[in-house]
């Protein structure tokens, strides 16, 4: 009989179903670098496409749509604790980052490098500072991570069945009744978004649709404790 696997050697054998290469939503069209205007900030951002990678090199529309929300909200950051979930590229972290937060970006170990990669092109040594980069699998190793942040950042990470559940106790674990959520997702019938949106995470916390963009069929949640006081 083998020998039952470690935590990390579990996540590290569910990459291609995380990163899975046959989706088809990504392919040559993007370019490896792309450079984007996104809440007065010049970013560039590198796009590590092939190899294992797989939907973790690209940067999403609907990571784009968060940060001009974070924009036309005029969304305060500043000295706030914030995690970004799912990072692939980074882009939204590194923008949270830009406006005043304390920043975690995590992804899957595969996704870690890119993410640097992507920091240390976008930021500056005062951001640096307060912006870190880890390993987080959900469901897995969250528990390592504080309870307490303000704000939890997600851009297209609603596209596993599987790993729905993870996800939720993730956010579970991460969130406090003062902590603020913003899931943006493309809203792909295929993938049952809709089911994660509208019936597993009412369960589980207050969710409200902020934005939606029609053209893009992007939707903005924000999510907090069922006890939230406000913020």
């Known amino acids: 009989m083998a020998a039952p696997r470690s935590a ?25 670098e792309a450079r984007y205007r ?18 973790a090199a690209p940067v999403w529309e609907a990571a784009l749509t968060l ?22 590229t980074g882009v939204v972290g590194i ?3 830009l406006l005043g937060g304390d920043v975690t970006i ?27 980069v880890c390993a987080l699998s959900w469901g897995v190793d969250h528990t390592m991570f504080p309870q307490n942040y303000d704000f939890i950042l997600g851009a297209d990470i609603v596209y596993l069945k599987d790993t729905f559940p993870l996800l939720i106790r993730t956010l579970q674990h991460l969130s406090s009744v003062q902590s603020t959520i913003y899931l943006s997702s493309k809203m792909r019938q295929e993938h049952s ?23 893009e069929n992007i939707n903005i949640y924000k999510v907090t404790s069922k006890s939230h006081t406000g913020q």
């Open 8 to 32: 990390g050697e579990a996540a590290e054998a569910g990459l291609e179903l995380v990163f899975p290469q046959e989706l088809g939503l990504f392919a040559e069209a993007f370019p490896a």
């Open 38 to 55: 996104l809440c007065g900030h010049e970013l560039s951002i590198a796009q590590h496409h092939g190899g294992r990678l797989g939907v």
């Open 67 to 88: 940060c001009e929300y974070f924009e036309a909200e005029k969304l305060n950051f500043w000295g706030k604790k914030v995690i970004e979930l799912g990072a692939g």
């Open 95 to 97: 923008v949270a980052s």
């Open 106 to 132: 995590t992804d899957l170990p595969v996704a870690l490098k890119q993410i640097e990669e992507n920091i240390h092109r976008n930021l500056p040594v005062k951001c640096l500072g307060r912006t870190r």
């Open 193 to 215: 978004t809709a089911l994660f949106f509208e019936t597993l995470l009412p369960m589980h916390f207050t969710s409200e649709l902020a934005f939606r963009d029609e053209t």
